[in-house]
């Protein structure tokens, strides 16, 4: 049947797709008419219009009382009515509201699907459904491309929908516009694409074992060596994600060779939106740990930088979100990878870091079905970092400051606060150099320690123990995390001096990029004599007071006998 001024309905139904989701605009327009597609601020895309059905269309009328009616003749020629008519079958919104095998390849067919069309407001099902299939079944090269924020297509009478040529990019993350469908009736029409990005968030906790709390999480974090470092994936579904039929998630990691040893088993997925409990889902996702085929070497995502070995570790995916029972998809709704690493002796020492990357791949085409492989890109790789300290320790002479070999000193950690109770013994260190006169202290992180001497060289008294607190100060700007200064509250314990990144070359070249605390420590003689060889003092004490008893005795002999005389 033709669609005349029941298609002025679908006319009305223009606006039909104006706010519908797909990764194109569709639109209808009259002869040498215009349409303005409105891009967001700092996107960059390119679109083509293909046109759905050709129209002609006539006013009656002057002024308030002038009507226009506008009447579908034909399919255009920017459509595959085979591949239309296959989709429009499968379509669960769309089945059984038009047999498919009236939907021919003459004006025949494409007044039926007007005519069905006409029926449904803009923001239907039966609308969205339809530009979906509209966009994914497009034919021949469009009407028109071009790029920039506004973007203007001069078309004949007809539908027209408008599709990306490839996903736009905001400089971060790619995403098809969702699909607007849209009559015009003679005039140049307006409509703004409506496309959305996800975001991506790797996270390192952190937490200073003697103040306690709760670990605080960020780009850059310190840690002591053998401690389980937390981590987080965190990805932020889009505003649009609703109107996907199936919406992937693939999270990827690298840690850094030899500097982390993945806790394999503490691997877990949570969902949370708004103030919500979060859910645990991590038997909708499949974990793939140190498997080949997810080596991406240097030809892969991640870049051949010094951060990591540029390979992937292990992967989380879920194929499709909205098929997870128990939880509710929100705007803003987090799916949060959560797992532990432990921190190696391999670790290095301060400035230098112990990196680690990831990055997250996610469905970015709202026209895509659901059957098969959909449209899917990859977020920029975001990396973390675990720094990690040392404490010097340099034994000398009090007297000649010169190197005093052996000596054995203990370290210890306030955990939890700086009561007596709390103090922990966390190493014990031999002399590491030649002299045996230098101790380290490798793989510390911040907060209040006690240094005691608790083996003194021979001859020697033992130095007083030595309280002091790390402190460390670090820039947690994504992409530019650095360890800024290190310093001790013991002017007896010095840090290390600021450090200078050069940014060009991504080197410090300034300051104690080791990490290194240092501390002189000094003991000096004990005030007894030595004694070598013989009988020692003691013939010296004996002979002293037999001296002593002798003088005694002469000189009450000697009283006694001046008293006879007289």
Not at 21 to 36: D, E, F, K, L, Q
Not at 91 to 105: H, P, Q, V
Not at 403 to 416: D, I
Request: charged content about 20%; proline content about 2%.
């Amino acid at each position: 049947m033709k669609a005349t001024r029941r298609l002025a309905a679908l006319a009305a139904a223009a606006t039909m797709t104006a706010c519908m989701a797909v990764p194109m605009v569709t639109m209808n327009v009259s002869a040498a008419g215009t349409i303005t597609i409105n891009e967001h601020v700092g996107v960059t895309s390119e679109l083509k219009a293909f046109q759905i059905f050709t129209a002609e269309t006539s006013t009656t009328g002057e002024g308030e009382s002038q009507t226009t009616n506008f009447v579908v003749t034909g399919w255009g020629s920017g459509i595959d009515v085979s591949k239309l008519a296959t989709a429009w079958a499968k379509d669960a919104t769309l089945k059984d509201l038009l047999d498919s095998n009236k939907i021919t390849n003459d004006a025949t067919g494409a007044q039926a699907v007007a005519d069905v069309l006409s029926q449904y407001g803009n923001d239907s099902d039966q609308a969205v459904a339809f530009a979906k299939i509209a966009a994914r079944c497009t034919s021949g090269d469009g009407t028109a491309k071009n790029a920039g924020e506004g973007i203007v297509f001069s078309v004949d009478d007809g539908y027209y929908i408008i599709v990306d040529t490839t996903p736009a990019s905001n400089g971060l993350y790619t995403a098809y516009t969702l699909g607007i469908l849209k009559v015009v009736d003679g005039k140049n029409t307006t409509a703004g694409v409506k496309r959305a990005f996800p975001t991506f968030d790797k996270q390192i906790g952190d937490i200073n074992d003697t103040t306690g709390g709760d670990y605080t999480f960020d780009e850059a974090a310190d840690h002591d060596i053998g401690d389980h470092v937390p981590f987080k994936l965190i990805a932020t579904l889009p505003s649009d994600f609703d109107q996907y039929t199936a919406y992937t998630l693939k999270f990827y990691d690298d840690l850094q060779a030899d500097v982390f040893s993945l806790d394999a088993d503490s691997i877990k997925v949570t969902y949370k939106y708004d103030n919500n409990e979060k859910k645990d889902v991590t038997n909708w996702f499949t974990k793939s740990i140190d498997s080949a085929e997810n080596d991406l070497g240097t030809d892969g995502k991640f870049p051949s930088s010094s951060h990591t070995d540029g390979n992937v570790d292990f992967t989380v995916s879920c194929d499709n979100i909205k098929a997870i029972e128990g939880i509710t998809l929100a705007v803003g709704g987090q799916f949060t990878v959560e797992y532990t690493a432990t921190l190696t002796e391999n670790a290095n020492l301060g400035a230098t870091g112990n990196w680690n990357g990831a990055y997250l791949e996610y469905s970015n085409n709202p026209n895509w079905d659901g059957s098969g492989e959909g449209d899917t890109d990859k977020s920029p790789v975001d990396y973390v970092v675990a720094f990690t300290y040392q404490a010097i320790v340099n034994k000398i002479d009090g007297i000649t400051k010169a190197p005093l070999a052996g000596a054995e000193f203990t370290l210890y950690k306030y955990v939890g606060g700086t009561e007596a109770d709390n103090l922990i013994a966390i190493g014990t260190a031999d002399a590491k150099n030649v002299a045996g006169t230098t101790f380290e202290f490798k793989g510390l992180d911040d907060g209040t320690y006690k240094l005691v001497e608790t083996k003194v060289p021979a001859g020697y008294t033992g130095a007083d123990a030595i309280e002091f607190t790390i402190t460390a100060e670090k820039q947690q700007i994504n992409g530019s995390e650095a360890l800024i200064n290190l310093s001790s509250d013991n002017v007896a314990v010095p840090g290390g001096a600021v450090f200078v990144l050069n940014e060009e070359v991504d080197k410090y070249v300034a300051g104690d990029v080791t990490g290194g605390l240092s501390v002189t420590i000094e003991n000096k003689k004990g005030s007894t004599l030595p004694s070598t060889g013989g009988i020692g003092t003691t013939i010296f004490y004996v002979v002293g007071s037999l001296m002593v008893g002798v003088a005694g005795v002469y000189l009450i002999v000697k009283k006694r006998m001046k008293n006879t005389e007289q």
